[in-house]
């Protein structure tokens, strides 16, 4: 199983950042995907999740300002973030594992993740 983040980079304080993430090789039918988001010197933080039945679950550091989806197929993990503030900065991960209780509650119980992409926000 692979799982390659892309779309991280530098932004302003109130822009928005759509971050990808390409899952190879994952192929059970029911499942949890979510990101995460680790700043130095910090906990990971579970940050947004979504099952295979769609259901979405997000951080209420978050809610209301990201967007999680999935493409059909299954195969990418989308997340996008708007009106960005500097506390957002972090290094971002996706990751997917069987389904389960830890999707709602985003514990950081993935079995599977990615190498993570780097957001930068400037105030």
């Known amino acids: 199983v692979q799982l390659v983040e892309s779309g991280g980079g530098s932004v302003q304080a109130g822009g928005s950042l759509r971050l990808a993430c390409k899952i190879s090789?994952?192929?059970?039918?029911?499942?949890?995907m979510g990101w995460f988001r680790q700043a130095p010197g910090k906990k990971r933080e579970g940050i947004a999740s979504i099952d295979n039945d769609g259901k979405t679950t997000y951080a209420a550091s978050v809610r209301g300002r990201f967007t999680i989806s999935k493409d059909k197929a299954d195969y990418i993990l989308f997340l996008q973030m708007n009106s960005l503030e500097p506390d957002d900065a972090a290094m971002y991960y996706c990751a997917v594992g069987a389904s389960g209780a830890y999707c709602y509650d985003l514990a950081p119980a993935f079995y599977y993740w990615g190498q993570g992409t780097q957001v930068n926000v400037s105030s």
């Open positions: 090789g994952y192929s059970y039918s029911r499942y949890c």
